[in-house]
């Protein structure tokens, strides 16, 4: 089966930086990947779809690229409540895959 | 607005059954596909199973094939998990979530989530 890996697994960072994640797939996914948020005790919600198209309701300070095997969530202008753990999932072909996730702290 | 909701998780012995549901409002049910992902203890998310907007087609990753069974009463709004033959490693919070118009795994509208223990 193919396997998502997410770098890197923890970061610290302030508020008003810039975040960047990156989902790497084991083989060529187009653009089928979403990014979600989980905030502890909380079920995940979905950020963005389609590798980089923001659901709605989601701040702009989202964004997603990427296409084929590589792809980047970032993050501008971290807010206090972007403070939580993030994935990425293949959706293209069953089974779909969740990466292991990174979680986003305060430095 | 859309809403998902589950019930029905608590304790199950090893090699037991459990059934659970989730419910939804808001949107065409029967247009959407649905999906079961799990989540143990402290641990990263899963996906279980998604089922087809008709219900005639069900898919299920490896760990759960054969013991569990994903339905959906298009009537009632409301889709199911039976499982049987329960292990500790399915031991989890059971998350229910909605695909959106674009894809099965964009998964917009998710459920609060339900606990379900496997122990003696």
């Known amino acids: 089966d193919m396997q998502m890996t997410q770098s890197p697994s923890s970061v610290s960072a302030s508020i008003g930086e810039t975040v960047t994640i990156t989902c790497r797939a084991s083989?060529?996914?187009?653009?089928?990947l979403a990014w979600y948020q989980q905030r502890p005790g909380k079920a995940p919600r979905l950020l963005i779809y389609?590798?980089?198209r923001l659901q709605t309701g989601v701040p702009s300070r989202f964004s997603g690229s990427g296409s084929g095997t590589d792809f980047t969530l970032t993050i501008h202008s971290l807010q206090p409540e972007d403070f939580a753990t993030y994935f990425c999932l293949k959706a293209n072909t069953f089974p779909f895959t969740f990466g292991p996730g990174t979680k986003v702290d305060v430095k | 607005e859309a809403q998902v909701w589950e019930s029905g998780g608590g304790l199950a012995l090893p090699g037991g059954s459990l059934r659970v549901s989730c419910e939804a409002s808001g949107f065409l049910f029967k247009a959407y596909a649905m999906t079961w992902i799990r989540q143990s203890p402290g641990k990263g998310l899963e996906w279980v199973a998604t089922i087809s907007g008709g219900g005639d087609a069900a898919y299920y990753s490896d760990s759960v094939k054969g013991r569990f069974t994903m339905s959906r009463e298009n009537s009632n709004n409301t889709v199911y998990l039976q499982m049987t033959g329960l292990r500790g490693a399915d031991t989890a919070v059971y998350f229910c979530?909605?695909?959106?118009?674009?894809?099965?795994?964009?998964?917009?509208?998710w459920g609060q989530g339900v606990l379900v223990t496997v122990s003696s």
């Open positions: 389609a590798a980089s």
């Open positions: 979530a909605k695909g959106n118009s674009l894809g099965r795994g964009y998964l917009d509208s």
């Open positions: 083989q060529d996914i187009s653009h089928w």
